[in-house]
Structures are given as C-alpha cells and as structure tokens.
C-alpha cells in the first residue's frame, strides 16, 4: 500500500509547478491572521465616525459573547437546524468585520454540522471562532476614540 501511496505523491509533485505564481500569495493567505477587511462595516462607520465605530464595536463584542454563552452546540438534544442558525448568527455578525478568514471557519463549522458533526468538539471550534472573532474587534477598538469622550474637546 505504501508503494502506490508514494507513487501518486511523486506523480503529484512532478505535475505541480514548484514556483507557480501566486503560490506565495496562497500561502500567505491560508496563514494570515484574521482582520478588520477595509470596506468592511467595522471599518467604513471607523472612516465616517470613528466615536459611533467604537460603541458599534463595544456593541460586537457583547453580540459575540452572547453567541458564545448561548452556544448549544455539544448539547446533545440540539437538532441539527438549530446548530446551523447558531452558526449563520454567528458568521452574520462576523461579516461585519469582513474577515475572510473567520467567515471561512464559519463555512466550516456549517459543513461540519451538515455531516452530522455535532458535539463538543465543534461547540469547542464555534467558541475558538467567536472567541478570535471577538479579540479582533477589541484588539481594533483600541485604535478607535473613547465614545464617552467629549467631541467638542
């Protein structure tokens, strides 16, 4: 078995380009850490009215910590309707970073669910998701002004 194995690898690396363009780009892409996209929603009220921007993101934070203390996804009564509404909930709040890649672990953890993937393991991924989620807009808050400050200071 691990004659052929290796021969398919070999055939593999043998039909792949080794500097292929944009395969520096894919790999960077498949590493890169989540982000505040611009022209995300996030970032366009950041642009427009940067006081509004911050308690929009103290008001995402909270959104997310709801979604992580509500999440019954390694219940195991949760039907599988009620997985994938936590999940769209989730990503549609996460849309509003534009983070491509934390919208993809959404995807995921809804294909997970499709396959009957139910239990602890994806309640543990849908919190390391909203939980990556929710320090992305902090860890972006604090480059935005306090909203109790005074705008005529």
Not at 74 to 94: M, P, R, V
Not at 112 to 121: Q, R, Y
């Amino acid at each position: 078995m691990r004659g052929p194995f290796a021969s398919l690898l070999q055939r593999l690396r043998i039909h792949r380009p080794t500097n292929a363009p944009g395969d520096r780009a894919s790999n960077s892409l498949a590493h890169a850490q989540p982000r505040i996209e611009v022209g995300s929603t996030l970032h366009t009220m950041a642009g427009l009215d940067p006081v509004a921007a911050a308690a929009f993101a103290d008001a995402f934070v909270v959104e997310i910590e709801h979604a992580i203390d509500t999440c019954t996804l390694g219940d195991a009564g949760t039907l599988q309707a009620q997985a994938l509404q936590q999940i769209h909930s989730l990503k549609n709040t996460i849309s509003l970073t534009g983070s491509q890649q934390l919208l993809k672990a959404c995807d995921q953890l809804r294909d997970a669910v499709s396959h009957n993937a139910l239990g602890d393991t994806l309640a543990q991924r849908f919190t390391a998701v909203a939980n990556a989620a929710g320090l992305l807009v902090k860890h972006y808050r604090r480059s935005l002004p306090s909203d109790n400050a005074d705008p005529h200071a």
